[in-house]
């Protein structure tokens, strides 16, 4: 069967950076090598020594469907993600109406099929009420139950204890959670008001959604997880302080033995501090906060150190009008998706990290974490979910931009890499300018 074989890249995969060839055919990696031999008929590549690195994995995005179209939608946010290098997503429950049952969840999956350019997984999402689906829900349909510690987009607060206490003991997959405490943020609004009526300046949002307000729901989850021997996935971290509370090391150690409990945190927390407020207002608004600029040099270092596990980007587009809205009726989220892996990279370039930890921590980490079949790394019989990078700087633009809401946080700032081709399932998608034939997404397999 003639393939593709890609030659003299700079290949990224497992820890080890080396120079070599990798061929794919039939949508599957078959050789990942030194020099190897194009079969008859294969397509060749001249790499020129670019990165060949496998296609991130993105553990948390909002892609808005149903329900939230005029936001983003499935076919809008993978191409973005595609262009980007994030050949696989999950996505969360957010929506409108929520993914609350295994009908919706099957729903959401029959819809993306055709139409996503990545490929796909769907958490089911918990709510006060929906106990039977969690308890019931097959570990092989999702990556996941998204459980709100803390209220956001959409109305999915879990805050009845005895409900929360019994999902963290009877969930059948990993649990993800949002950790912000909702009643300290409520007391910190009421009293932002009383300062400044309904003009509450943006600047104060990580004061409103306060690292406190952090700190004392990711402990709620911690102790509620220790105390059922739960997998716990605590998403988008963004306080120095809460980095304490989570254990160093690999998410597989020598011995076998898998972490129970693991921490992510997200592309903005690395790039953004509480200083871009006044630069660029609402359009970083996102809950979580972003917020000090020791907390961002503190989760730059936590990656490197192995106490945060995944890096994603909780992509969540909103309208650059209703971005526009005063701070109290502006929504939280950014668009992330597209230039999230070069946003990573930029890090290396800063000689914060290295390529094979932003590998390892945007497709490896999440591919292990959630059990996604034969994806996630540069392996043979793996699916050929590819990115090639070159080290070519340019300047982000909106009319570059994919997402259906026509902006970016990165209006403006130059990057030192870009995304120079992006396959999925072994058809190239992105060429380095744009889109190619048409969405080659899968659903994801889960290997439990
Ligand atoms: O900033 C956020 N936006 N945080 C969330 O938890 C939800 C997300 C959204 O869906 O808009």
Redesign the pocket.
């Known amino acids: 069967m003639p393939g593709t074989l890609i030659v003299n890249a700079r290949l990224v995969n497992e820890g080890r950076e080396f120079d070599g060839d990798l061929r794919f055919a039939n949508g599957r990696i078959t050789h990942v090598g030194g020099q190897l031999s194009a079969q008859p008929g294969d397509q060749v590549i001249e790499a020129g020594g670019r990165l060949l690195l496998p296609g991130m994995i993105d553990d948390q995005v909002?892609f808005r469907e149903p329900g939230l179209t005029h936001k983003g939608d499935i076919a809008s946010e993978s191409a973005a993600a595609a262009a980007g290098g994030l050949t696989t997503f999950m996505d969360?429950p957010?929506t409108t109406p929520p993914t609350l049952d295994a009908d919706a969840l099957e729903a959401k999956y029959r819809s993306a099929a055709g139409r996503a350019w990545s490929n796909f997984g769907f958490y089911l999402g918990a709510s006060n009420d929906n106990l039977e689906a969690v308890r019931t829900l097959d570990p092989k349909t999702s990556p996941g139950i998204k459980v709100?510690m803390g209220a956001?987009?959409?109305n999915m607060l879990v805050d009845n204890p005895d409900t929360l206490d019994a999902i963290f003991r009877e969930a059948p997959t990993p649990i993800i959670t949002?950790c912000e405490d909702t009643p300290t943020i409520d007391a910190n609004l009421a009293l932002f008001k009383v300062k400044y009526g309904e003009d509450i300046p943006v600047e104060c949002h990580p004061d409103i959604r306060s690292r406190e307000a952090c700190i004392k729901s990711t402990r709620l989850a911690l102790s509620l997880a220790r105390k059922h021997d739960t997998r716990l996935h605590v998403l988008h971290i963004s306080t120095a302080d809460e980095l304490a509370l989570f254990q160093a090391g690999p998410l597989v150690r020598s011995d076998g033995v898998r972490k129970r409990i693991t921490a992510e945190t997200c592309v903005h927390f690395l790039r953004f501090d509480r200083s871009d407020y006044g630069r660029l207002g609402n359009l970083i608004k996102?809950?979580p906060a972003i917020k000090d600029a020791s907390d961002r040099e503190a989760l730059i270092r936590a990656l490197a150190d192995n106490v945060i596990d995944v890096l994603a980007t909780?992509h969540?587009p909103?309208t650059l009008e209703e971005k526009s809205r005063p701070y109290s009726q502006a929504?939280?989220?950014?668009p992330l998706v597209q230039y999230a892996l070069v946003a990573a990279l930029e890090l290396v370039h800063e000689k914060k990290s290295t390529v094979a930890q932003i590998v390892n921590k945007f497709a490896h980490a999440p591919a292990q974490l959630f059990d996604v079949k034969e994806r996630g790394y540069l392996r043979e019989g793996y699916w050929a979910d590819l990115v090639l990078v070159e080290n070519e700087p340019f300047t982000v633009r909106r009319e570059d931009v994919l997402s259906k809401c026509g902006w970016s946080p990165f209006e403006g700032t130059t990057f030192q890499s870009r995304v120079g081709a992006t396959w999925v399932n072994g058809r190239m998608v992105w060429n380095g300018e744009h889109l190619m034939g048409t969405p080659n997404g899968q659903r994801l397999e889960f290997d439990r």
């Open positions: 909002h969360m957010n709100f956001s987009t959409g949002h996102c809950n909780d969540a909103h929504p939280s989220g950014l």
